[in-house]
């Protein structure tokens, strides 16, 4: 069984932080911030830990924040290079990777309200040896103005790190993280940012923006589609696949405009039979589905084809999850069978009720064959 994520912030972080942060400043209580920072850890999950862990610095760190900030600055070890995020580890030379999580929220919680230039200077240090796109977005929040004039300038910073923040810091709906509601109502601050990053030479960065704009597309799905209207023609191949990604969201939801930008907008011309094995299955089994297409065209068609699982929830209604399934160039006349193996495992993030599910098939956004299971626990 893998390691739970909440064991990347336990004693042996707590203690790394403790050494480098007391090597910076010698007057930090090493013993009492460990104490404090400790104290019902093993019964927290990852983000509670972080938050305990930086709880505990700002107790224990001067007042001053210039002072403060300054002393996590120089707990620090190398910055990272490149897109390299593996080599992120603390070290003899000071902190790096998962132990610098902390160090990001103590510095939202000594500055975000109160100096926040200062504190976005020690971010834009601490996002170099891990990231601060967590700690980032209280400032957004509490001081915009300040905040978007500094993360604006990071736009053409030298470092992958800082240019990857620009973009993810600033993400409306960033998984974990604090939603920027500002920003989900009006997307439109960032769009400069995005359109000079999306053709960064770091794929960390470009991979960002890419999920920024899917972040976009959920609230504001013509504008991703005009997007793709003036940034995809002629584009080369990663800005393409940054497009591609930055659009799942609306192929999968079969977005009529978006559909069509990436040529796939039109009826399928032909006959589909879909099935299912085996029609009875229990959770953690895995359901066969297969696909049968059958071209009554006279030219080729270009096909996205998505499958949907309609899950049975506590009230006995469904609702539909889609999954990619393929994309297709189906030559006039042609028959093709596809086959996709879905696994019905448990997952933190849904619960499996017994009962009649279905599934849809959904070429070029229109669903065209459905087929049904039973589940059981």
């Known amino acids: 069984m893998a ?14 932080i403790a050494h480098h942060v007391q090597r910076a400043w010698p007057g930090l209580d090493a013993a009492g911030f460990t104490q404090q920072a400790l104290a019902g850890l093993h019964g927290l999950e990852l983000k509670a830990r972080v938050m305990q862990v930086a709880q505990a610095l700002v107790a224990h760190l001067p007042a001053d924040v210039d002072r403060a900030c300054g002393i996590l600055e120089a707990s620090l070890g ?3 290079q490149g897109d390299d995020l593996a080599g992120l580890r603390t070290s003899a030379d000071g902190l790096a990777g998962w132990p610098v999580w902390p160090l990001t929220e103590a510095v939202a919680l000594l500055a975000a309200a109160s100096e926040p230039a200062r504190g976005l200077a020690a971010l834009q240090a601490m996002t170099q040896r891990l990231t601060a796109e967590f700690a980032i977005r209280s400032f957004f929040v509490q001081h915009p103005a300040t905040t978007f004039r500094t993360v604006a300038a990071w736009v053409a910073h030298p470092s ?5 923040l620009v973009s993810e810091g600033s993400r409306p709906r960033l998984p974990w993280g604090l939603r920027l509601q500002a920003l989900v109502a009006d997307p439109s601050p960032t769009l400069p940012w995005l359109q000079q990053l999306q053709d960064d030479p770091s794929a960390y960065v470009r991979r960002s923006v890419a999920n920024h704009l899917n972040d976009i597309a959920k609230d504001h799905p013509a504008l991703v589609a005009d997007w793709l209207a003036t940034h995809l023609p002629g584009a080369d191949t990663d800005r393409t696949a940054l497009l591609r990604h930055a659009s799942r969201g609306l192929v999968k939801a079969g977005d009529g405009a978006v559909l069509a930008a990436w040529g796939l907008g039109a009826t399928f011309c032909g006959r589909v039979a879909l099935a299912v094995s085996p029609t009875a299955l229990t959770v953690g089994e895995v359901l066969a589905i297969t696909l049968d297409l059958q071209s009554t065209a006279c030219a080729p068609q270009r096909l996205a084809i998505d499958y949907a699982v309609h899950h049975v929830k506590a009230g006995g209604h469904t609702t539909p999850k889609v999954f990619k399934g393929w994309v297709v160039d189906l030559a006039p006349g042609e028959r093709r069978q596809l086959v996709k193996r879905h696994a019905m495992r448990l997952v933190t993030t849904r619960r499996y009720h017994p009962g009649a599910h279905a599934v849809d098939v959904r070429i070029n956004g229109q669903v065209l064959a459905e087929a049904g299971f039973q589940l059981a626990l």
Request: proline residues 14%.
């Open 160 to 164: 992958a790190h800082v240019r990857r």
């Open 78 to 80: 190398p910055p990272g």
């Open 3 to 16: 390691e739970p994520l909440k064991n990347l912030i336990d004693a042996t972080a707590v203690q790394a």
